[in-house]
């Protein structure tokens, strides 16, 4: 069954300390592996795509990676703002989205 | 440029009514797609539209449909409310086409069933 696995649920941080997100992935004919960051109530927002296994994408503190079978979102010296729910999400052939459930990362002063 | 847009921002309605909600893409995409997140889970699937065609449709029941318009805005309507519709509907937008699957989302309908 395809499906899209997030670990851990929630992080707590200190502002400053580093730490990985994990997506892992059982999706056939994976076409892309994306990542979105979700404030409380609003709209997913894009951050990467990632399409095969060695890619990396950076902006700011944040750098996502993918293998064949997990995607790591790195966040390096967190910041409070950085504070939000972290989504991956898997498109297979067909062009169905499959989202995780989440990382909801809280970055303390 | 104008991001994705939704209306209504938020909606309460009864068991067994229906809702319509509405959608406006980024200028230039074509594709729409439609999810259901429900309080902390991450969004569910429901509709894809392109070109006014569906082209994917997840595993929810035939209350559920939508339609893309020639303007690539895109309604997703909900018949016969149950109290589990509550939820966060969101609807994305891509440029569409076989390589172009980055979507982008809109700010969300919140929908209550009471």
């Known amino acids: 069954e395809d499906q899209v696995t997030q670990s851990p649920e929630a992080l707590r941080l200190q502002e400053g300390e580093s730490s990985s997100l994990n997506c892992s992935y059982t999706?056939?004919?994976?076409?892309?592996l994306f990542w979105y960051r979700q404030d409380p109530g609003k709209g997913p927002e894009f951050l990467f795509t990632?399409?095969?296994a060695g890619e990396e994408k950076e902006k700011e503190r944040l750098k996502a990676t993918l293998t064949k079978k997990e995607s790591f979102l790195h966040i390096t010296a967190p910041k409070p703002e950085d504070s939000a729910t972290y989504l991956c999400a898997a498109i297979m052939t067909g062009n169905q989205f499959y989202f995780g459930t989440g990382t909801s990362l809280t970055v303390i002063p | 440029d104008a991001g994705v847009t939704q209306s209504p921002t938020h909606l309460i309605k009864t068991r067994g009514q229906q809702v319509t909600l509405r959608c406006s893409p980024i200028?230039?995409?074509?594709?729409v797609s439609w999810y259901q997140q429900v309080l902390g889970q991450g969004p569910q699937f429901i509709f894809q539209y392109y070109e006014k065609e569906e082209r994917g449709r997840g595993n929810f029941p035939d209350r559920f449909s939508a339609r893309q318009f020639p303007n690539y805005s895109s309604e997703l309507n909900v018949n016969a409310l149950l109290l589990g519709d509550s939820a966060l509907y969101l609807c994305?937008?891509?440029?569409?086409?076989?390589?172009?699957?980055?979507?982008?989302f809109g700010p969300g309908t919140r929908l209550t069933v009471t």
């Open positions: 200028s230039g995409h074509k594709s």
């Open positions: 990632l399409y095969s």
């Open positions: 994305a937008s891509s440029l569409g086409g076989a390589s172009s699957y980055e979507q982008y």
């Open positions: 999706v056939s004919g994976l076409r892309g």
